[in-house]
Nanobody, 120 residues
Framework: QVQLVESGGGSVQPGGSLRLSCAAS????????VGWFRQAPGKEREFVAA??????YYADSVKDRFTLSRGDTKNTVYLQMTSLKPEDTALYYC???????????????WGQGTHITVSS
C-alpha cells in the first residue's frame, strides 16, 4: 500500500508564497501522474494542477501563479505557489494514479491534506 504525504502548508499574507510537497511512502512508487486538488469549507473539491509524465496542467484560477515540478528522487512532487490570494485558502490534497481524466478527483491514492490560509 502506498501512502502520500503532503507538507508545506501554513498561513501566509496575500501576495505571499508557499511550496507544497507530496511524497510517496514507497520509494519505488513512480509518481508518473500526480494531481493536486483543494477544498474550501462548504465547497466541492476542485482541480488545481496535475503533472502527467513530463506535462503539466493547471486550473485557470492558478495558471501563471502555481508551478509543478518533480524532485530528484522522482517520488516527490512540488507545487510552488506564488501571488497567493485569499480565495486560495483551502485544504490541499495531492493524489496519484488517476482512474480517469487528470482533472477529475478519481485517483487511487490520496494524501491526508494540508491547510493553506491566505489572510492579512
Amino acid at each position: 500500500q502506498v501512502q502520500l504525504v503532503e507538507s508545506g502548508g501554513g498561513s501566509v499574507q496575500p501576495g505571499g508564497s508557499l511550496r507544497l510537497s507530496c511524497a510517496a511512502s514507497r520509494r519505488a512508487f513512480g509518481m508518473h501522474a500526480v494531481g493536486w486538488f483543494r477544498q474550501a469549507p462548504g465547497k466541492e473539491r476542485e482541480f488545481v494542477a496535475a503533472i502527467i509524465e513530463n506535462g503539466t496542467y493547471y486550473a485557470d484560477s492558478v495558471k501563471d501563479r502555481f508551478t509543478l515540478s518533480r524532485g530528484d528522487t522522482k517520488n516527490t512532487v512540488y507545487l510552488q505557489m506564488t501571488s497567493l490570494k485569499p480565495e486560495d485558502t483551502a485544504l490541499y490534497y495531492c493524489a496519484a494514479d488517476p482512474r480517469s481524466n487528470y482533472y477529475s478527483p478519481e485517483y487511487n491514492y490520496w494524501g491526508q491534506g494540508t491547510h493553506i490560509t491566505v489572510s492579512s
